[in-house]
């Protein structure tokens, strides 16, 4: 998952100490708030200056054409308009080098990018009010992450707003691409930690499994009376590597991964017939609690001496409610 760091957020430092120290950290893009002001180009022209990191401009204004006209003359790497505060439809030019996205409020559903997917790479999803630096991140948002992953597979997912350590590893867990982050890394008394902490580790948690799991609704379960088929089926359209498998009462019964149908063909190699649901269906599953901490989930998942890629999650009264997939957080770090 790639930082951008917002420039603006930090008022103190001189601007050429704080670039040359988030470049010293390697940072990955500078992130520009244009609200409605020309100006933040000159900024742009005195920071290409001194710097040869790619800028990530955020442009929010009811008339676009004269920052296109900029962009044509002044080009960036990354940019995106706030689709809220566009009067029509805006017509995406082709800039060389230049990469389009639509910001979107929290409130603004996913749908609104639908206009915009033959001519944006990206969306910003604004967790915390646009322009504004320090705000809290809006937990619905995972859910809406989740949303525009399932509808517009191929597009890259940028968040910006309240991300900290807690909320970058749940966002890496989301398969999130890029991340924008204020207060948290660029007034943080160590820039370096701060970084660090927005890539690899969690330092504190409030949120819990059911904030961000998937829920219940969008995970592949299937019924204990399932066929082998319908099992297979599941796990294939998922794409996810496991199938849940609840009983009559909505509990968690077992689950099937792809190790588990492995292991289960070559139980009954000699004779495929004979195959059953027990033999491809781990019955004893490990799980999780909805109302667990990440850091509950953490030292769960490390007491373990085996590899956990996913997990059901339960309700306290047992029924099966989600699950956590770490597939994309793997691969993020790896």
Known sequence: MKISASLYSNKEKPREELVA????????YFHIDCNDDPSVFGDIQEIRKISQTPIDLHIITEDPNPYLELLQKSPVERVCFQFENLPSKLDIPTIDGTSFGLALVSDTGVEAFEEYKNDCDFVLIMTTTPGQSGGKFRPDNFQKIRKFRNRFPGKEIEVDGGVNDE??????????????SGSYLVNHESIPEALLHLRSSVIH???RVKDFMIVK?????????????????????????????????????????????RKGLLRKFEDLNELTTSDIVNENPTSISEDATITEMLDFIHAKKFLISYLPVVAANGLLSGAVSFINLIRSES
Do not use: H, W
Request: charged content about 25%.
């Open 21 to 28: 120290e988030l470049d010293k950290c390697n940072i990955d």
């Open 167 to 180: 909320v970058g590893f749940i966002l890496r867990m989301l398969g999130v691409q890029s991340v924008v």
């Open 205 to 207: 948690s409030e949120f």
């Open 217 to 261: 609704e969008n995970a592949p379960v299937v019924s204990i009376d399932s066929t082998i088929q319908r099992i297979i089926q599941t796990i294939d359209n998922y794409k996810m590597g496991f199938a849940i498998v609840e009983d009559d009462e909505g509990k968690l019964a077992g689950i099937s991964s792809n190790a588990d149908m």
